[in-house]
């Protein structure tokens, strides 16, 4: 039975809320408890992690109890590891450039490095669109909205 | 009652012809009518996006221009549905039925007028129904305590998270989630610092806008990456002069859309049953009652008219508990909520009286924007329908961008960009799993409220547990509770299998590709 359960969706959706639970639960009793009158700032985590931790475990037992289906692969049919890659290195170079280049750098790598994510992106389209982008973007947020961030740069 | 609510009405309207708040007003439709249009683009995403840019402006023009969005994308998502047969927006999802199989036999711009009719006739109904049910909700509500305010917010979460999409027990541990997201931060009572992890950023809890933008924003588009199609532009060739329907279509149309309209209204009124619940009930309940349901799905224009006005009259009704009571129904509710969070507001009972400037403006802004919605789309809807070719790879990248620089604004930190992607990745892998992560926002949202009154109903109960039920008001809510989960139990006894097909049914992704591929 153990076999088929670990092939379910469900089985790691439930685990992962269980643990969840636990931990917070757990963790909220590092802080003061009080009491019912007087709650203390740990009283209302540790009722939601008990609350997550039993969802998590109906989750769980609903995963026992139903038939597996032909659809229980967590990942899609094709993973797009590299585009999800791009897609989360995007604002990971917003950041890196921004602190140390600026705001004009960090926007054309925002949309540059996503838009590669994409299976039929070219190098010059992609260019083109981050420099668009970046074009309207500074225009909007530096000079219209004002916001506090140097065009350029260099060091931190 | 009948001349305070016109006088207030009355006062509503100066508010929002003001100029910028028609400006703001016209912004917020625009662009909701927009990404309405544009397939993979949300009302959620483009909502959490426009938020950071609200910051500078007066609560009431940002308040007008979120919720403009909203509804907006209701009229271009329609477009979207009836011409190209993708329901990019779940509420749209019945739409299609009929609506695309009009498009085929050359009555879509037909189809697309008879739509634009409904949907002002639906929202129209939404704000009357507003205007006469907030105040009286409001003197009800004044009255609450915290024990009522505590069973009545479980009530909304509760609905919220078991009647929107997808399994009921997997809706509550979101919202539970969303409830331990909002605990992040100092306690408001003793100042601890709760799960921050140390980290003094996290001392003034998550940002709203980082959850919102890493959950609809880059989880979704990590969910949409290389799965949308080509869109196939074949009938997408419409006229200002084909909107037009025939004597007979309108005639048959008519009816079906008050009947749409007061299905929505009905809807609104119970949290959590959004604008989606309410199309599929009222496009079920239009063939149930028709003469000739086997026709159904072939290009009823019946089928395009009641679930159209049912979706706006619901979305106009959204706004109702969530102003009133400060009780958001959805996600985007809450997102709304939120954003007057930001501006110093306490959303609740108190808002009309202390705001009225915000609430009765928020409302005239409906017919305002209404109008600018039809005036929109009736001449403009070649201008949509280009729109429509937009292809998603020049668009999520530069979300992206927006994504970023949004969450930055909000602090001018770059910490909150870091936040946003751990969010958008966490997000994602709750989507794999088959997880809504909508309802995280609403727990988000309503959580520290929901302490605070919970603990406060503690101590003037002296910690007597059952004062929930001991209070009679209090007690009706709780008991809706229970009904709610002995329905849902029931629900999935009887037939454990049919629920997940009705209701996953729209807003994937994968299926809707393989739908548009049919």
Known sequence: ?156 | MFSTALTDLWYGFGVALEPHNVMWCFIGVFVGNMVGVLPGMGPLATISILLPLTFGIKPVGAILMLAGVFYGSQYGGAICSILLNLPCHPPHAVTCLDGFPLTKRGRGGAALGICVISSFVGASWGITEMIFLAPILVEVALKFGPAEICSLMLLGLLAGSTLARGSPLKGVAMTVCGLLIGIVGSDIETGTPRFTFGIPNLFDGVEIVALALGLFGIAEFMKSVNQLSEVDTKYTNVKFSDLRPTREEFRRAVPAMFRGTIIGSLCALIPGTGPTIASFISYATEKKISKTPEKFGTGMIEGVACPEASTHSSVQGDFIPTMSLGIPGDAVMALILGALMIQGIVPGPQLISEHPDIFWGLIASFWVGNIILVVLNVPMIGLWVKLLTIPYKYLYPSAMFFVAIGVYSTNNDMFEVGEVVLIGLFGYVLLLLDFHPAPILLGFVLGPRFEENFRRAMLISRGDIFVFVKHPISAVFIGLCVLLIVMQIYVRLRSPKSLPTEMALPGDHHRKVSEAAE
Do not use: N
């Open chain 1, 1 to 156: 039975m153990f076999g088929t359960l670990v092939k379910k969706r469900d089985f790691y959706a439930g685990g992962l809320m269980t643990l969840l639970g636990a931990a917070v639960t757990l963790d909220s009793t590092t802080y003061t408890l009080g009491t019912l009158t007087h709650m203390g700032p740990g009283m209302f985590p540790l009722m939601l992690g008990i609350t997550l931790t039993i969802v998590g475990m109906l989750i769980l037992g609903a995963a026992i109890t139903t038939p597996l289906s032909d659809d229980e692969g967590i990942l899609p049919e094709k993973p797009e590891w590299f585009a999800w890659g791009c897609i989360l290195a995007g604002p990971i170079a917003f950041i890196i450039l921004g602190e140390f280049f600026g705001l004009v750098l960090a926007t054309f790598a925002c949309v540059f490095i996503p838009a590669f994510g994409d299976r039929t992106a070219t190098l010059k389209g992609s260019a083109i669109l981050a420099a668009g982008v970046t074009f309207f973007g500074v225009l909007l947020f530096s000079y219209v909205l004002k916001i506090p961030f140097p065009l350029f740069q260099l060091g931190h």
